[in-house]
């Protein structure tokens, strides 16, 4: 059974960055293709980065997040990273990472991040 495993979450003051990772764990999968998503309270969870194919070269953002959010992904595939930087308040939210196996989507456990001062 494959699993995702969310770390590096945190609280952080305005303008600071985290980094988050999300890896594999069970049985052995590739992130070939890989989503963030994020869910404030009292709103819809939605996507905030993806990264599709073996090359990595499929990448989308929100535009909310553009410039300031990087995906990425290490060369076993098994570990997804979304690098988070100029971190504003209405960035905090629980971050989700998501992948399909055999079509069926895959959730992490989910990581609290709080931007704050």
């Known amino acids: 059974q494959v699993q995702l495993v969310e770390s590096g979450g945190g609280l952080v003051q305005p303008g600071g960055s985290l980094r988050l990772s999300c890896t594999v764990s069970?049985?052995?999968?590739?992130?070939?293709?890989v989503g963030w998503y994020r869910q404030a309270p009292g709103k819809e969870r939605e996507l905030v980065a993806s990264?599709?194919?073996?090359?990595?070269?499929?990448?989308n953002y929100a535009d909310s997040v553009k410039g300031r959010f990087t995906v990425s992904r290490d060369k076993a595939q098994t570990t997804s990273y979304l690098q988070m930087n100029s971190l504003t308040p209405e960035d905090t939210a629980v971050y989700y990472c998501?992948?399909?196996?055999?079509?069926?989507?895959?959730w992490g456990q989910g990581t609290q991040v709080t931007v704050s001062s």
């Open positions: 990264m599709r194919g073996g090359g990595g070269a499929d990448i």
């Open positions: 998501m992948t399909a196996v055999a079509g069926t989507p895959i």
């Open positions: 069970g049985r052995r999968w590739s992130l070939n293709s």
